[in-house]
């Protein structure tokens, strides 16, 4: 098994050093320069957007939004975020905000993408569309979108959901004695995958409604404990961004082993946080019943802010405050449980127990929310969508009982092979956004609400959008 977790971590790096780290940063630039920087500038636009109603039986640009949210808002916020501190140091955080930034540019390119190609599922009324679908309808390579929906239900519906699971599993950890050794680890696996079931099998609407409560109730918690600890310590917070500056560009740690540096673990990270040009987010804000495909790829803005700047940021600066010995002999939510003990007191285990509950929960939901457009885009069956989810809840299952190694570096090469195929489509598809990005621009500039027509600039394709 040891053998096993070392060639997946080495094949991991591997990927990330020679092609990940280039094809991020690169198609983020490309991006930035395209929109002009403006990604930020986007986030009082996200917020009124937040509001708009849909037709009744549709999803809202609200629902849509925190059925992404769920997807991103998982674990890996918690886990993730204490792995990458002990893992590449303090400065991982730094180099986490600025691939949020740049990414959100390709997340926006992704999203108004899908919005553009989404269909209409005949069988149900709803929106669906994402990668898979943009890459058929606007590339014309179904092929590739059947390779891209293949890994994306690999990645999402077996490899994400059991890392979730994981990491809830090992919350239980400093909470039950000798948890390992007990029958515990199967009892909470076999309550935690029928709790999924119930609400995966009410359909992408009753995932929508759920995520819509929980999400934003979890991350408020969250958010108000880590303002706490902020507030008590708030006398050494400089000193904290100091620390995260100063390693950040520790160069002679970068050059002396860069698999393991601060840049690499805050990409690493900081994807599978935010998820931006991973094609995930576009599975959901393609669901969205909005009168414009840009309404819907600004909104994911603000949906990298929420996850990696306020929530990964508070994971971050909760360790850092509490002073607790970064060491990998304890990384990941056992070393969160001890940092927020540290300023709270013993019931400190308890909530982040409880917030990793939260957090997986809503992540393998919107997980399998995101992926059912895909299922469908390989097959448009009933029968073949359920007979697949129920094969994929064993990952659920399985994911609370196995290492946590393994599951993160399958997790790691799960999602960077999405990356590539996605980030190499949204750069071939640039004319076809910068055409919707620019309709939306110049009715926003004659103080219209943006609507959009796709047969104005003879987009095919593109029939939801088809106004004649």
């Given amino acids: 098994m040891e053998y096993i977790n070392v060639v997946l971590e080495s094949l991991s790096n591997q990927i990330y050093v020679y092609v ?27 917020i009124s957007y937040m509001t708009e109603k ?58 108004t993408l899908a919005q553009m190609y989404k269909r209409k599922d005949p069988k149900t009324g709803l929106f669906i569309g994402g990668p898979a679908y943009y890459i058929k309808y ?10 891209f929906s293949c890994l994306f239900i690999f990645c999402y519906m ?35 995958t029928t709790l999924i079931a119930f609400v995966v099998f009410g359909g992408i609407y009753r995932i929508s409604f759920v995520s819509s409560y929980l999400v934003p109730f979890m991350a408020t918690t969250y958010l108000l404990l880590g303002l706490y600890i902020l507030v008590t310590n708030f006398y050494r917070i400089p000193e ?32 599978l946080s935010n998820e931006a040009g991973m094609g995930s987010a576009p599975n959901s804000a393609a669901t969205a019943d909005t009168t414009h495909p840009m309404k819907q790829g600004i909104m994911q803005v603000l949906s990298v802010c929420i996850d990696t700047m306020l929530i990964c940021s508070t994971s971050a600066f909760i360790i850092l405050l509490s ?28 909530f982040i127990a409880c917030s990793v509950v939260c957090f997986a929960f809503s992540a393998i939901i919107g997980n399998f929310g995101i992926s059912e457009p895909n299922i ?33 570096n399958i997790a790691d090469i799960a999602m960077a092979m999405l990356a590539i195929v996605n980030l190499i489509s949204i750069v071939c598809l640039t004319d076809k956004f910068m055409v919707c990005y620019k309709d939306y621009k110049k009715q926003k500039k004659a103080g219209l609400n943006p609507t959009f027509n796709s047969k104005d600039y003879n987009i095919k394709n593109a029939d939801c959008w088809d106004k004649t």
């Fill in 20 to 46: 990940i780290l280039w094809l991020l940063i690169a198609s983020g630039i490309y991006f930035s320069i395209k929109l002009k920087f403006s990604q930020i500038k986007m986030i009082p636009s996200a």
């Fill in 323 to 350: 002073k607790t010995p970064l060491s990998t002999d304890m990384q990941g939510v056992p070393l969160m449980q001890t940092a927020v003990t540290s300023q709270v007191g013993g019931w400190g285990s308890y």
């Fill in 240 to 271: 904290i961004f100091v620390l995260i500056f100063k390693d950040a560009f520790d160069f002679k740690s970068i050059s002396g082993g860069f698999a393991g540096s601060v840049i690499l673990m805050g990409i690493k990270r900081g994807l």
């Fill in 138 to 147: 606007a590339l014309g390579k179904k092929k590739i979108g059947i390779l």
């Fill in 376 to 408: 469908l885009f390989i097959k448009n069956s009933a029968k073949f969508t359920t007979i697949l989810k129920a094969i994929c809840f064993s990952a659920v299952a399985l994911g609370c009982l196995i290492s946590p190694k393994i599951v993160w």
């Fill in 54 to 111: 849909s037709k009744k039986g549709n999803v809202s640009s609200f629902q849509a939004l925190m059925t992404c949210t769920a997807s991103k808002v998982g674990t890996a916020n918690i886990a993730g975020v204490a792995i990458a501190v002990v893992t590449g140091g303090p400065g991982a955080i730094f180099w986490m905000w600025i691939m949020a930034i740049i990414g959100s540019a390709s997340s926006v390119v992704e999203s």
């Fill in 158 to 192: 077996f490899a994400f959901s059991a890392l979730h699971a994981n990491n809830m599993s090992t919350s239980f950890e400093t909470l039950i004695p000798d948890y390992w050794n007990t029958s515990w680890p199967l009892i909470i696996a076999f309550v935690f």
